[in-house]
């Protein structure tokens, strides 16, 4: 199918999409005006803008065919008021109830034509793009075509398979990433680029190899384990930094310096053959190392550790130096293998140091990936960001149980849609049966 | 498409590859730096800017101006077109479009809570009921964290890929339900007792009762499915439409019939009934009935609740028997296929008399096939699990 | 003349299906049976690894049988196939069948 589902400017339709074109249209939409217009006219403008976001790859035949005028709807029950009587209260008299004091009369309206594109997010392409697995429905539809989607443990290729409830649909999480992430840079490309041909030419990687094992003897010389444990730690701080003035190449360099100082200090413990492991042997020997040292600083030092931060606390840049000195220190007598004192660390510094970790185990640099590494959501994806709740997701492993389908409950409808009443209705009216 | 690259930029020395990749739209070579000595070089590219249109121009002027805030987000809030305004606490604001104010962007289960469910459902054996009132999570709902989290573990174990930074980034952007610390009250996700509409209910009655007859819930239901009204002694046995839960919960199939062929219906019960936790309902009457008696009522409530478990627990195992019977499993040594021989039944009832009805097991004999006829679904309308 | 039990090939190119029918030996594969007793789907299904138990099971493939009326029909001796020969093994309704040679 051609993909006519341009996001362009002179249109201003709103698709499924999380393009910063749509982004645009979105927030610059209006109510089209309905003064001097036909109310023909007002149910084909309706429809037409309804149409392009719900369901713009799906045939007009083939959507008329899955409408239906009937719209499912819950009411949250209170068990309270159901104790409270029979229901003959609401029936007394000459019908409507004796007094109009219930409460439960007084509801919100159930938007029951904001639904009327709901038979279309029972659609396993749009199901995966409300997941948030997708950037928009045309990339979940080509992930299906590709294979990239089982639908209960089974390879579904077809994007217009229609969701039971209880079905768990699964992407293949590179895909995710990369529909979800943000793009490589043409740096990126090119170094990936430079990777892939130096794999090509497997004896050149190795002759630079082994210049590399000789000259890390001499590196290891001359950076004291004092220095290159501090670097470690400023590092591991950057990186967990939230800071928004950290930029995306700068954070990148310090994970890049952070992968090489856990390396140095790897090579420095009595298991050296971690080294040569890939990067999850090193980080659980690295967090057993953790580990060991907190288990036997807990219980000796605990009360003692506690004053001396209090004492500590008002001189905050002192304390923090002191103390990635001492992590240093612990660290380097860890790896010498000898008895440590780890009563000057503080509980921060450990947890720093472990997130740090953990976030360069789970977020690394690969430039084999289709997306820039480490990995971080696309730009404008916020906006658009929003799980409904007939859909339960595990993000983790990328994959949603369909639950149930979307209803109305007073107040509030669950079908995603950008429109308001003032084009649902029109369009909801335009789609059935009876022209009105 | 992307925003054209901009000729200044792409003169920049630093890029080199950047150049020679996009020369062909936008070269940055001015004609007097390049030696023009092959015929195919000398070619003139143009140097003034590609023109923007005007409505290019006002989008990336909105995009560096007010636009800008949305382009990336802030840990644990928000960031939707409509902006945030009012309550800056809750994490912003959760209305996603300014065009629809009746969508919004529910929370979802944090991390913690749904590894926490798991452990109730899984590991403490705690049944989905109890967990779902306890948590304020849908039984469904319940029910597919587990499969989820399962699935999750099962994946770990085996080393394969996740996406961590994605799954934390999401979290990072919509609203979450957090796991109550110890002692804090819970936070309810959702509403778990959800009345569905029933499609006989949407008609206009007009149904005369006498003032001297009070006319409940139950008899609402009567009236919506068409069912003969009850008799005087019957109704006067039921105090309160709850009094009907314990009989449907213990046997579903003793709900009432009306009609006939086609048109059989069941008769539509009364809402305690119909919602998910109809023993909710009791435990409210309970309490009331006993305002002074906590542990009489909590003990009666558990009761119920078990024998809800267990006439709930024995029908699930009938039916996983009655499907193991049927099926026999076959492993052939020293293939390579498992066989699965399920019982069928070829006879007049299942078949038709002609032995071509369309429900039969099996291909048709002397009947088209439909699988290339117009209108009609061709792709799988389930997946077994 | 001959009863037998054998396949009949149903479903399209690629796909094959077969029904496990009754019918007289010299009468066409496509032509309408004595009976249909049951089916079988020669191509394997693959367990799904939504469960723990089928992480290493092997795929497998589905047959539906009629065993009342396949034992009928045995009984007033129509012979198997040799494919059907070897699903009715499996569902226990006849012995394996006798190899006329060994192998050295």
Redesign the interface.
């Known amino acids: 199918m051609r993909n006519t589902a341009s996001t362009s400017?002179?249109k201003g339709k709103i698709r499924q999409s999380w393009s910063?074109?749509n982004?645009?249209n979105?927030?610059r939409?209006r109510?089209p005006t309905t003064a001097s217009r036909t109310f023909f006219q007002q149910k084909w403008t309706a429809k037409a803008a309804a149409r392009a976001y719900h369901g713009e790859q799906v045939r007009e035949g083939q959507w008329k065919?899955m409408f239906s005028k009937?719209i499912?709807?819950?009411?949250?029950?209170?068990?309270?008021d159901?104790?409270?009587d029979?229901?003959?209260k609401e029936?007394?008299?000459r019908?409507s109830g004796l007094s109009e004091t219930s409460s439960r009369n007084r509801s919100r309206p159930i938007?029951f034509t904001?639904m009327a594109f709901a038979p279309l997010e029972r659609r396993l392409d749009v199901a995966i793009f409300r997941a948030?697995f997708a950037s928009s429905t045309r990339q979940a539809r080509q992930f299906v075509i590709h294979g990239a989607v089982?639908?209960?443990?089974?390879k579904?290729r077809?994007p217009?398979?229609?969701l039971?409830?209880?079905?768990?649909f699964?992407v293949d999480?590179?895909r995710?990433?990369y529909a979800?992430?943000a793009p490589k840079t043409?740096f990126e490309r090119?170094e990936a680029r430079q990777m892939k041909q130096k794999s090509a030419e497997p004896e050149a990687e190795a002759e630079a190899e082994a210049e590399q094992t000789k000259a890390k003897p001499e590196t290891t010389e001359k950076e004291s384990a004092k220095d290159t444990l501090r670097a470690l730690m400023s590092q591991a701080k950057t990186i967990m930094s939230?800071d928004?003035d950290v930029l995306p190449a700068k954070r990148k360099q310090e994970l890049r310096g952070f992968q090489k100082a856990v390396r140095r200090v790897l090579s420095r413990s009595d298991t050296s053959s971690v080294l040569t492991d890939n990067l999850e042997a090193q980080f659980s020997q690295l967090t057993l190392l953790l580990n060991a040292k907190r288990a036997e600083k807990k219980p000796a030092k605990g009360s003692e550790r506690e004053t001396q931060d209090k004492k500590t606390s008002p001189t905050s840049t002192k304390s923090g130096e002191a103390a990635s000195n001492a992590l240093s220190d612990a660290f380097q007598a860890a790896a010498e293998g000898g008895e440590v004192d780890t009563s000057e660390l503080t509980d921060e510094e450990f947890d720093v140091l472990r997130h740090a970790l953990t976030q360069m185990r789970?977020?690394p640099i690969d430039h084999s990936k289709p997306y820039a590494t480490?990995?971080?959501?696309r730009?404008?994806?916020?906006?658009?960001?929003?799980?409904?709740?007939y859909l339960?997701?595990?993000?983790?492993?990328?994959?949603?149980?369909y639950?149930?389908h979307p209803?109305a409950?007073p107040?509030?409808?669950?079908?995603?849609?950008?429109?308001?009443?003032s084009?649902s209705t029109p369009a909801y009216g335009w789609y059935l049966k009876r022209r009105w | 498409?992307a925003p054209r690259i901009q000729p200044q930029r792409v003169s920049n020395a630093l890029?080199p590859?950047?150049t020679s990749?996009t020369s062909s739209s936008t070269s940055s070579i001015t004609p007097t730096s390049t030696p023009l000595s092959s015929p195919i070089l000398s070619r003139q590219f143009s140097v003034t800017p590609a023109p923007q249109?005007r409505?290019?121009r006002q989008?990336f002027l909105?995009?560096t101006t007010k636009?800008a805030a949305?382009?990336?987000?802030t840990?644990g809030e928000?960031?939707?077109?409509t902006g945030r305004d009012k309550d800056d606490k809750s994490g912003g604001n959760p209305r996603?479009?300014?065009?629809?104010?009746?969508?919004?962007?529910?929370s979802?289960?944090s991390e913690e809570l749904?590894n926490e469910i798991y452990v109730r459902v899984v590991e403490k054996k705690k049944s989905v009921r109890a967990v779902s009132v306890e948590f304020g999570v849908?039984m469904?709902?319940i029910a597919?964290?587990v499969?989820?989290?399962e699935?999750?573990r099962r994946?770990r174990a085996q080393g394969?890929?996740?996406?961590?930074?994605?799954?934390r980034?999401?979290?990072e952007?919509?609203p979450t339900t957090p796991l109550a610390q110890e002692g804090e009250h819970p936070v309810y996700h959702?509403?778990i007792?959800?009345?569905?509409?029933h499609?006989s209910t949407g008609a206009q009655i007009f149904y005369p009762?006498p003032?001297s007859r009070?006319?409940?819930?139950?008899d609402?239901g009567r009236v919506f499915s068409g069912a003969p009204a009850l008799e005087i002694d019957v109704a006067a046995k039921i105090?309160?439409?709850?009094d009907l839960i314990d009989d449907i919960v213990q046997n579903p199939n003793s709900i009432e019939w009306v009609g006939k062929g086609g048109n059989a219906r069941q008769v539509l019960q009364?809402?305690?009934v119909r919602?998910p936790?109809p023993q909710?309902?009791?435990?409210?009457?309970d309490?009331?009935a006993f305002p002074n008696e906590r542990r009489t009522v909590t003990e009666r409530h558990n009761e119920r609740l078990k024998k809800q478990e267990e006439a709930e627990q024995k029908r699930r195992e009938v039916a996983q028997a009655r499907r193991e019977k049927s099926v026999q499993h076959v492993e052939p040594e020293g293939g390579r296929f498992n066989y699965r021989i399920q019982d069928a039944k070829f006879t007049k009832e299942t078949v038709g008399v002609d032995g071509r009805a369309p429900w039969a097991p099996g291909r048709r004999y002397g009947i088209p096939a439909d699988d290339r006829k117009r209108?009609i679904v061709k792709?799988?309308?389930?997946?077994?699990? | 003349m001959v009863l037998r039990i054998r396949l009949a090939r149903f479903g399209n190119k690629h796909t094959p299906f077969y029904n496990i029918v009754v019918a007289q030996a010299r009468s066409a594969r496509g032509a309408k049976p004595l009976e249909v007793i049951g089916t079988y789907n020669p191509i394997p299904k693959?367990p799904?690894?939504?469960y723990d138990g089928n992480a290493q099971a092997r795929p497998y493939k589905e047959v539906a049988l009629d065993r009342a009326r396949a034992q009928y029909w045995l009984g007033v001796g129509a012979q198997p196939s040799d494919p059907v020969w070897k699903l009715m093994t499996m569902a226990g309704l006849v012995e394996p069948k006798p190899t006329t040679f060994h192998k050295a």
């Not at chain 1, 089982?150 to 089974?154: D, L, M, S």
């Not at chain 2, 949305?70 to 987000?73: F, M, N, Q, V, Y």
């Not at chain 2, 996603?96 to 529910?106: A, I, V």
Request: with cysteine; charged share 20%; proline share 10%.
């Open positions: 400017l002179s910063k074109y982004l645009y979105l927030q939409f109510k065919r009937h499912r709807s819950v009411i949250p029950m209170n068990t309270t159901l104790a409270a029979d229901g003959s029936s007394a008299g019908g938007p904001q948030l089982t639908v209960n443990g089974q579904m077809h217009s398979y229609l039971n409830p209880g079905d768990l699964q999480p590179d995710v990433m979800t992430g043409a090119r939230t928004k789970d977020n480490p990995w971080r959501p730009d404008y994806m916020a906006p658009f960001a929003f799980i409904p709740r339960e997701v595990n993000q983790n492993i990328c994959a949603a149980v639950l149930r209803v409950r107040g509030s409808a669950e079908v995603p849609t950008p429109f308001g009443e084009i | 498409m890029l590859y950047l990749s249109t409505l290019r989008m909105w995009l636009g949305l382009k990336h987000h840990p928000t960031n939707y077109l996603p479009f300014p065009g629809n104010s009746s969508f919004l962007s529910e979802v289960l749904r849908d469904k709902r597919a964290v499969r989820l989290v699935l999750e994946q394969k890929p996740l996406a961590l930074p994605y799954a980034a999401v979290h952007m919509v959702e509403s007792n959800d009345l569905p509409a499609p009762v003032e009070s006319f409940n819930r139950v609402a105090s309160h439409p709850s009364p809402a305690d919602i936790h909710l309902v009791q435990l409210e009457r309490r009331k209108g792709i799988p309308t389930r997946v077994e699990a | 693959r799904t690894n939504l």
